[in-house]
Structures are given as structure tokens and as C-alpha cells.
């Protein structure tokens, strides 16, 4: 795996994750208690064995570089590898990455360095657990220019994703963006193969694509623009996630909304996740800074402190309060006689006596005030807070209540 | 209409030289001694195409030429150089020729002639 060099998309806005993405990119989000987003799509390149690795980042970040910088400072650099961020730095042109294609053009140079013979382009998006070994091996089988990963949807769902279409050995025979009327599966008409922004290319082809498409009127973008492009004159190939999907249960997710950013966390603390975490031949990585363990306090008549069906990182205290279907991050205190239900609290989040938190989630550091009430009457919390379709609250970081 | 060729070149003698060449051949020539100076040109002069030296001061041309895309993304372009080694460079393959500098400027005049025609269709 030592030709692979792996270029991660980690600029993304995250609109729809507003205001989990007020002051930091989609990747560098909270997943899970004690993960970032990105985490996923890191440690899926650690345990396929691609050790060669940057990260492309532009909007807000300096949380995603932190991070990355404090806890994935592991690899061996005098045995070639590393794990590199590089912002947008207007290398050849003085504009922001105008779509995916451009970012890996902008960086045309650090292809030119490297040299490697393939590039895993992939998204800091998305969560998931997928051994890139397969879709390589695939890649060099089929002698293809461009593999693409691709994930069985229902037909219903093709608006929000990319649709390819195979013909009988999985060559890629058409790609449309997001389309109404989908190209299904041939032999399943119920089914569709999404695009999972996760690509192997052949550096040569690669660079010979990128170049066309920046002298052209395009959006740049490798879903919308290179890979309809690449189809009639190259070796493209799907390739089906399921052969290399580590958790066994095809579980990947976009989580673009807060909606299904929620749901995909609470999946967490269901007795069997979709996602396993407990995976030893699969280590989710992180960094976390060093906290005690997590403890609970008070054992009185209305005074306990209690966690059912909960995720609670280290550092966190539930003293004399109740929390039920909540996901912790560390250092959250929960004090006496306050409850939380269904409900994520990121790191630092202090819940004060008597207060009573339901299906809300609240960014880091957020101090919660005595008796305060938040997911009871959702009206009321439109007036300071995000409230989604599906009344989820988000109280956003920095907030003084 | 005359087409107007932007010429790209740091040594003095050779950019007159070219000048008068293609100007013999009827085009009407624009010169730039640097890639900076050849960007201010594409943007006062509007070139409809660009014949651009590697090696030269102030900025050189592989980093001219990025720019020149970012700004102009059809104008068709052929690096012009002493050296051949160049075509080994990523960069160097977002040109639309690679012209290697001789005293006989034939394929020079044939490519110019190629790509004008070319033009901006992409």
C-alpha cells in the first residue's frame, strides 16, 4: 500500500449541520461522545494499511487541525508516512477550492512530490468502516483508470446522492448527480448504487482529468463533472462496498442533517448499534485529552445520580441528577435533581441543579442554568435555539444562558 | 481581425526576435519579459493565445501558468523552454503544446497555427 497516497476532502461547510458547523468544518464535528467525523474515515486508512494521508481543509479549520494534530501524530515519518493538513492555500490560483476536483487540483504539486501510483480520494464526511484494500485490489484486477465505491440505496433516496449505473462486470456505464428518475440495480429495481465520494484513480489518469476539467466551463466537481466525463473514454468500474465493509451491516452514513446526525448517534446507545465500536481488528482512533473516569455521585431518595441506555465519557460526573438515552462527551457534569433524556451533550457541558434537558443537543462548554428547561416547549425554544422538523433543539456553543 | 499573440520571454533578444517572426506572419504580438508581466498583459491585452518561457525571473512560467488558467481557463497556451525536462512536471500538462526553443521556429508557427484554430473550443 505504499503507492497509495490518500487525499481527504475535510473542506466542506456542512450547511445543514448548522450550528454544530458554526465555528468548526463538518469533519471536525462530534460523532459518538469522544469522536470527531473524520476519526472514521482516518482510522479506516490506518487499518487498511494506507499510511500515506492528507487532509484538504478550508473553512474553519483550526478545531480540525487541532485535533488531528493532538491525536494523530502517530504514524512513522522516517518510514514514510504521515498524516498532513493542507489548508487551502491558493498554491496555483487565488480562489477558495471551487468544488471536490479543484481542491485535488490546487494540490496538483503535492502529487508531483509524492508520486504515488494510486490516489484514494475520500471524503471527511462520512462514517463508516471500510477496508480500502479491497476497492484497490478490485482497482488492479480490472486494470481500471477510476474505481468508484458504491452503496446499494432504495430508489426513493436518489435525489440525495450520485447514481451510477453498471452494465454486467460492474463497468460504470452511466453517473447522474442527485437524479429523479434513477437508473436502478440491473436485476433489483428497488435498488440504486449511491456514489460513497470514495475513489481510486491512477495518479496519471488522474492529474490528465484534472487539468481538462480545469480548462473547462465546469463546477469542477468529481461527481457532477469527472466522472460522467471519465466514463466514455476511460476503465471505470463500480466497486460493491459490501466486500469490504468491516462492520458487516452497511452502515455509512452522510449525517448532512441534524436530523440524522441525531438519529445516528442515539443508534449508538441501542443494544446492538449498527455501528460497532467494539471492533479490536477495527480501532476507531481518537484523540482525548487526559480526564479521570467517569463516576456517579449521590445515592438519596430524589437524589440519585443514574445513567440508563447512556454513552458517559471520562471526566464526566453525574452528581445527584438522572440521565437516560443520552450520549455524554467527557467532562459533562449533570447535577443533582437534573434530568436528560435523549439527548447529546458535548464535551464541557455543565447541567445545573433541577434543570431538565429532553431530545436537545447542546455544543461544547454550555453552561446550563438552574431549573432552566429546554425540549419541553419547542416554541418557546425557537425563540434562542435551532429547532428541527423533527423538534430537536440545538443549543450552539458560546451561548451565554 | 489580427489575432494578437502574448510572447513570454526574459531574454531581450529573443523576444524581439520572436516578435518580428510572427509578426512577419501577420499576427499582431504582445511581449512580457516575466510571468507577472504576463499576467497584467492578459488582462490589458486580452491575448488570444500565449506563448510562455519557463525560466525566467520575477515569476516563471510553470507558476504563470496556473495563474493564467485560474484567470483565462481556455486561452490555449504552449510552453516555450530551453529544456525538455520540464514535461516530466504535472503543471506542464495543462498547456496545449510543449515547444522545446530551437533556431528554426517551424513548429512553433505550426502549433500557434493548430491552436488558433483550436481556439478557445474546449
Known amino acids: 500500500m505504499k503507492n497509495v497516497l490518500a487525499m481527504i476532502l475535510a473542506g466542506g461547510r456542512g450547511e445543514r449541520l448548522y450550528p454544530l458547523t458554526r465555528d468548526r468544518a463538518k469533519p471536525a464535528v462530534c460523532f459518538g461522545a469522544i469522536y470527531r467525523i473524520i476519526d472514521f474515515t482516518l482510522s479506516n486508512c490506518l487499518n487498511s494499511d494506507v499510511r500515506r494521508i492528507y487532509a484538504l481543509t478550508q473553512y474553519k479549520s483550526i478545531s480540525l487541525h487541532r485535533h488531528i494534530q493532538l491525536g494523530w501524530n502517530i504514524l512513522s515519518a522516517p518510514l514514510g508516512e504521515f498524516i498532513g493538513v493542507i489548508p487551502a492555500q491558493q498554491r496555483i490560483d487565488e480562489h477558495w477550492y471551487q468544488g471536490t476536483a479543484d481542491a485535488i487540483f490546487q494540490n496538483i504539486y503535492t502529487l508531483q512530490r509524492e508520486m504515488p501510483d494510486l490516489v484514494l480520494i475520500l471524503s471527511g464526511d462520512h462514517i463508516y468502516k471500510m477496508d480500502y484494500r479491497k476497492i484497490i485490489g478490485l482497482h488492479l484486477e480490472k486494470k481500471a483508470d477510476l474505481t468508484v465505491a458504491a452503496i446499494r440505496m432504495d430508489r426513493r433516496l436518489s435525489r440525495e446522492f450520485g447514481v451510477i449505473e453498471v452494465d454486467g462486470d460492474w463497468r460504470i456505464v452511466g453517473f447522474q448527480e442527485k437524479p429523479e428518475e434513477p437508473k436502478t440495480i440491473p436485476g433489483d429495481p428497488e435498488g440504486i448504487l449511491a456514489s460513497m465520494g470514495v475513489y481510486v484513480f491512477n495518479t496519471e489518469v488522474l492529474v490528465r482529468r484534472l487539468i481538462e476539467d480545469a480548462r473547462s466551463d465546469s463546477t469542477h466537481d468529481f461527481g457532477k463533472d469527472i466522472i460522467p466525463e471519465m466514463i466514455g473514454k476511460d476503465r471505470v468500474f463500480a466497486f460493491d462496498f459490501r466486500h469490504a465493509d468491516r462492520g458487516g451491516t452497511g452502515y455509512w452514513r452522510d449525517v448532512g442533517t441534524i436530523d440524522a446526525y441525531f438519529e445516528a448517534n442515539m443508534d449508538l446507545i441501542s443494544v446492538t448499534p449498527q455501528l460497532n465500536l467494539y471492533d479490536p481488528q477495527w480501532p476507531i482512533l481518537t484523540y482525548q485529552s487526559p480526564h479521570p473516569p467517569a463516576k456517579t455521585v449521590w445515592e438519596e431518595e430524589g437524589r440519585a445520580g443514574t445513567a440508563f441506555n447512556s454513552i458517559i465519557s471520562n471526566g464526566c460526573i453525574i452528581s445527584g441528577g438522572s440521565v437516560k438515552r443520552s450520549i455524554l462527551s467527557p467532562k459533562v457534569v449533570v447535577h443533582s435533581y437534573a434530568e436528560t433524556e435523549d439527548s447529546i451533550l458535548m464535551e464541557g457541558v455543565d447541567v445545573g441543579r433541577y434543570a431538565k434537558i429532553r431530545r436537545t443537543i447542546i455544543d461544547k462548554d454550555v453552561q446550563i442554568p438552574q431549573g432552566m428547561e429546554i425540549g419541553y416547549d419547542l416554541d418557546e425554544d425557537a425563540k434562542r435555539f435551532t429547532v428541527t422538523g423533527s423538534g430537536i433543539v440545538v443549543v450552539p456553543r458560546w451561548i451565554r444562558l | ?122
Do not use: C
Open chain 2, 1 to 122: 481581425m489580427k489575432k494578437k499573440i502574448l510572447v513570454v520571454e526574459d531574454e531581450e533578444g529573443l523576444r524581439l526576435l520572436y516578435e518580428e517572426e510572427l509578426k512577419a506572419e501577420g499576427y499582431e504580438v504582445l511581449t512580457a519579459g516575466n510571468g507577472k508581466e504576463a499576467i497584467q498583459q492578459l488582462e490589458a491585452g486580452k491575448p488570444d493565445l500565449i506563448i510562455l518561457d519557463i525560466v525566467m525571473p520575477v515569476m516563471d512560467g510553470m507558476e504563470a501558468l496556473g495563474r493564467i488558467v485560474g484567470k483565462e481557463r481556455k486561452i490555449p497556451i504552449i510552453l516555450h523552454t530551453s529544456y525538455s525536462g520540464y514535461r516530466e512536471d504535472f503543471m506542464s500538462w495543462a498547456a496545449d503544446a510543449y515547444v522545446t526553443k530551437s533556431a528554426d521556429l517551424g513548429e512553433l508557427k505550426d502549433k500557434i497555427r493548430v491552436l488558433l484554430v483550436k481556439g478557445k473550443a474546449r
